[in-house]
């Protein structure tokens, strides 16, 4: 299984971002696909999360109302609209991918994608 994660950028505080990651490789259900962030000095944590098969979602509550994540099953690609952005939204962003339901521990995820860096600037 290989995640390409893309679509970050520079961006001033209150402006968008869609991040995009494209999951190939995967051969059987269920899975679920969650974006972590890392931020500077910061550990990783869980921002959102997609089940692949119902496409239940689920968010960190510091990014609820203003994050949306969505698949394409199509294109087998996970979005991540990303809304209202401020400062504290700069980290690098990761999409992984899991076998079975949904989770936000980073460490039941076992493919991960390379990162994209979102920069907010105030």
């Known amino acids: 299984v290989q995640l390409q994660a893309s679509g970050g950028g520079l961006v001033q505080a209150g402006g968008s971002l869609r991040l995009s990651c494209v999951v190939s490789?995967?051969?059987?259900?269920?899975?679920?696909v969650g974006w972590f962030r890392q931020g500077p000095g910061k550990e990783r944590e869980f921002v959102a999360g997609?089940?692949?098969?119902?496409?239940?979602?689920y968010y960190a509550d510091s990014v609820k109302g203003r994050f949306t994540i969505s698949r394409d099953t199509a294109k087998n690609t996970v979005y991540l609209q990303m809304n209202s952005l401020k400062p504290e939204d700069t980290a690098v962003y990761y999409c992984a991918e899991r076998s079975g339901v949904l989770s936000m521990r980073s460490s039941e995820y076992v493919y991960w994608g390379q990162g994209t860096l979102v920069t907010v600037s105030s």
């Open positions: 997609i089940s692949w098969s119902i496409g239940r979602t």
């Open positions: 490789g995967r051969t059987f259900s269920p899975y679920a």
